[in-house]
């Protein structure tokens, strides 16, 4: 069961390269995430997409864009990257938006240095 | 804006002892979900426990239990006989159930949790 799958693992960019991380999940999870997590914070929602076709922004979504390219795909692209913009980047699912039964299912996450 | 505290930024404990790691958080809504994360160093983040806000019995998974004080708006965790597989980052969270980034998860900065041999 391969759950959430993240690709690259590790990515390296000059600033102003553009990059897409991918996402992809075999759960049938209606709601997807991106976070990011810097040294010594914990994880901090990007953008998230309740459903196929849907996106908003979270916390920190300024220099990304994101494309829920059907239910199982969730891609995070970086147009001009920026140093700031090193960290550890996270894809989740859940099956239920919100509800009291929510869990996160986490990818194994993205390093990715901006030089 | 809900905030999660975390004070304790690394935690060491000996094998087979217990330890508490404390949480603490602020919010003004009465319904919502606490999560405890653990993150190893393969970086994988594994949940390890989740307590609804209207439940006021404490909830338990195996070695794992919480105390949840909710007028303290409080959330440590305690793990009793600890393992050597135990060693993690250890994040706190919080979730509203309904509106805005559903299904977001506020984290704490997390507590770098060893467990000595």
């Known amino acids: 069961n391969a759950g959430v799958t993240q690709t690259p693992k590790f990515q390296v960019l000059k600033t102003g390269q553009s990059m897409t991380l991918q996402c992809a999940q075999d759960?049938?999870?209606?709601?997807m995430y991106w976070y990011r997590q810097d040294p010594g914070m914990g994880l901090r929602l990007i953008y998230y997409s309740a459903s196929e076709g849907t996106t908003d922004k979270g916390e920190v979504p300024n220099g990304y864009n994101v494309s829920r390219l059907n239910k199982r795909e969730f891609s995070l692209r970086l147009e001009s990257a920026a140093p700031s913009q090193t960290s550890v980047y996270f894809c989740?699912?859940?099956?239920?938006?919100?509800?009291?039964?929510?869990?996160?299912?986490f990818g194994s996450g993205t390093q990715l240095s901006v030089l | 804006a809900q905030t999660v505290t975390q004070s304790q930024p690394e935690m060491s404990v000996q094998e087979a002892e217990t330890v508490t790691l404390s949480c603490t958080y602020d919010t003004s809504e009465n319904n919502y979900y606490l999560f405890w994360y653990k993150q190893p160093p393969s970086r994988q983040m594994i949940l390890v426990i989740r307590?609804?806000?209207?439940?006021?019995q404490n909830a338990t998974e195996n070695r794992f239990s919480v105390n949840f004080q909710k007028a303290a708006k409080s959330f440590s965790l305690k793990i009793s006989d600890s393992q050597l597989g135990d060693t993690a980052m250890y994040f706190c969270a919080f979730m509203k159930p309904h509106g805005g980034s559903q299904g977001n998860l506020i984290f704490g900065k997390g507590t770098k949790l060893s467990v000595k041999p």
């Open positions: 759960m049938n999870h209606n709601s």
């Open positions: 307590q609804e806000a209207y439940k006021q």
């Open positions: 989740a699912s859940s099956a239920v938006t919100g509800g009291p039964n929510e869990k996160l299912f």
